[in-house]
């Protein structure tokens, strides 16, 4: 076997030389040490037996890997031995701040001493660990670190601050763009395009200018809903959450129609006998007389804005939902809220009347029994479809707007949008799984796994948690943990597009292009215009030594997603291996214009670049 040339050194040197690399740094701890072999008793037992073999910066490295890879309880105990006055003051800081990241505070007052008075490359260390766990001293350590003469201890910080605070280290990314080395600045740049999702340059004028715009300041915790929106009509609240991206007219405009349709819905249900013929006549009034309908699946986002709602008459069930429960609360109709992960709806529940009201079928009720196969979820159990106030259905909207901004790369707008939601709903597993996915985007995988866990916790069969926590299990190394929640997604939607891809890419990954081939052929056939998916054959195919057919397929994943970076990284690929370097060079150049982190697309660029003679801009 082999191993595939995708690595930073395999791009220059090809297969035989990242098969050579990574044979001799084959992890030591997998070939050697006691804990490793087979009848261990105890793993927190074994550890302790081999820690004090090793030797300064070896324990702290084995501190690191217990953290991450054994169970937190085994983790939390040997830590917990680690802080003995008798260790080292190192392994005492690290052990304190891994305890931390656990949400054990033991090592606490240890760290609040220790942080100010480490060097500042161990300062910086630290800091990355403590920003998971809100520290009030990691971020102001991190801006003390931008200021060290060392650009060394600089660079890092930044990598710290890009990958655990947020938007909250947006003020220190832009003061770093002011920075007297270049590569510096360069990497400022590429955090600031990450955690924003914005491609303003190295300019620190234009970030401070758009600042407001992309990030207004460090968000705090979200207003307490009750206290946001106490007193507001429904529709008041859902026109008070798009002025953002309305024109005064538009909000006016919407205001106007509302008013007619709500005069309309007063005359239809005048003189209706109790809250289910009332409810009947608005029905038949809103999609019979006022023509309103359901948007066709896949509807872009403008599908849950009441402004664009009222304007086109159609909209998906979120977007209807929150008309009709804005007319029902006008009308004096008794209406409650069902929302789950991919669904939502409403219910009537008066004395002696209840009946669901979809949507998505001119609000017609259907029995909570019929909703696993309307929906396509035979995992979806009926008894969990419960109702509750308006608030789940903002938490709802807000979780679908905060998902359309996330899928456009607006990962602070995003953040903000389902931290809302989740203070409103803490149990809206869409909400969860979003913004595991925005997490991730920005390089927070650790709260990224927290969410998919408790995701999966409320929905075990979520699609979007399950690929979400398969997917940082790959990028922790736990390929094969990662396959199996890969191939119980597939499981759970096996006609799902998005669970063949992801499962065919975990088998290109660990090397069965028969496989992976074979499930990008299976998600072709369901949906032949799917860019993850044909991104999928044209990496097998350009494996397999079919690099113009790989071309052919790539080019055409560009065309249906034109800014996905990655899409376009593998095409650029594929051109270094026919050494077209111009066609290359294009690529990744436009691969960084979509995202501006990304290592892989800039070293390709590099190497295309020194290969076909070009100088660098």
Sequence with gaps: ????????????????????????????????????????????????????????????????????????????????????????????????????VLGDPAGLEL??????????AQQVHLASLLLETGHPKALPCLARALEDPNPVV????????????????????????????????????????????????????????????????????????????EGMRMADVLLALEPAIREPSEIREAQAAYQVLREGGLAAVKGASGPAQALERLNRYLYEGAGFSACAAGSGPEAIYLVDTLRIRKANCVGLSGLVLALAEDLGIPL???????????????????????????GQDIPDADYPRLLGDEALDPASLRSGPREAFLAAFLASRGTAKGRGGQWAPALSDLDLALALDPGCVAALASRGNCLKAVGRSTEAERDYARALELSPSWLPALLGQAAC???????????????????????????????????????????????AGDALELDAEDASALCLKGRVLYQQGDPAGAERVLARAVTLSPRDAAIRTQLGRVYCGTRAWDAAVAQLREALVCDGGSTEARTLLDYAMEKGGMSRP
């Design 1 to 100: 076997g082999s191993w595939e040339p995708d690595s930073r050194f395999g791009v220059v040197g090809g297969r035989i030389c990242a098969t050579a690399l990574n044979v001799m740094t084959l992890e030591v701890y997998y070939r050697y040490l006691p804990l490793y072999q087979q009848g261990a008793a105890s793993e927190e037992g074994l550890l302790a037996s081999v820690f004090d073999e090793l030797k300064g910066p070896a324990q702290l490295t084995a501190l690191g890997l217990m953290a991450r890879e054994y169970d937190p309880v085994s983790a939390a105990g040997f830590l917990k031995r680690c802080l003995e006055p008798a260790r080292p003051v190192a392994v005492r800081i690290e052990a304190a701040a891994r305890l931390m």
């Design 111 to 120: 760290l609040t001493e220790a942080i100010d008075r480490l060097p500042p």
């Design 154 to 229: 600089r660079f890092s910080a930044l990598k710290a601050i890009e990958a655990g605070a947020g938007r909250h280290g947006i003020p220190l990314l832009i003061g770093a763009l002011e920075d007297e080395q270049p590569h510096v600045r360069t990497r400022a740049m590429e955090a600031l395009a990450k955690v924003t999702g914005e491609r303003l340059g190295q300019d620190p004028a234009a970030w401070r200018n758009g600042y407001a715009a992309v990030d207004p300041k460090p968000v705090p915790a979200p207003q307490p809903p009750q206290q946001a929106w």
């Design 336 to 362: 409650k809220v069902v929302s789950i992960p991919s669904h939502c709806f409403l219910r009537l529940e008066a004395p002696g009347v209840r009946r669901n009201v979809e949507p998505t079928a001119q």
């Design 473 to 519: 299990l790959a990028e922790r190394g736990r390929a094969d943990q990662a396959h199996v929640l890969y191939e119980r997604a597939v499981r759970i939607r096996p006609h799902s597009v998005q669970a063949l891809a992801a499962l065919g890419e975990s088998h290109r990954r660990r090397g069965d292009l028969a496989r992976a081939l074979a499930s």
